[in-house]
Nanobody, 118 residues
Framework: QVRLVESGGGLVQAGGSLRLSCAASGRTFSRPAMGWFRQAPGKEREFVAAISWSGDRINYADSVKGRFTISRDNAKNTVDLQMNSLEPEDTASYYC???????????WGQGTQVTVSS
């Protein structure tokens, strides 16, 4: 089992920045790919970004490319999402995910709310 705990969500004005962090514990020795997803009210959960164990493979959704940056620190078992130039359309609950295979995770965090005001 893997436990994922997100932090860093909040309320920010359009154009602002937030940094989300996810702390993983448990079966991290399996060197999993990790990522972030988000779900806005009334919409399906969608992929945001993913990073391989070594960090040499990173993918972003088109909607966040150039604005969001995913990173990880394997020594601390954390994965972060730096979000810049935030837009009201980025408002959603953001979920950390682990053990991604073809962007399908096995484990989920509980989510953290990001609200961007216009």
């Amino acid at each position: 089992q893997v436990r994922l705990v997100e932090s860093g969500g909040g309320l920010v004005q359009a154009g602002g920045s937030l940094r989300l962090s996810c702390a993983a514990s448990g079966r991290t020795f399996s060197r999993p790919a990790m990522g972030w997803f988000r779900q806005a009210p009334g919409k399906e959960r969608e992929f945001v970004a993913a990073i391989s164990w070594s960090g040499d493979r990173i993918n972003y959704a088109d909607s966040v490319k150039g604005r969001f940056t995913i990173s990880r620190d394997n020594a601390k078992n954390t994965v972060d999402l730096q979000m810049n130039s935030l837009e009201p359309e980025d408002t959603a609950s953001y979920y950390c995910a682990s053990h991604l295979v073809n962007r399908r995770p096995t484990y989920w965090g509980q989510g953290t709310q990001v609200t961007v005001s216009s």
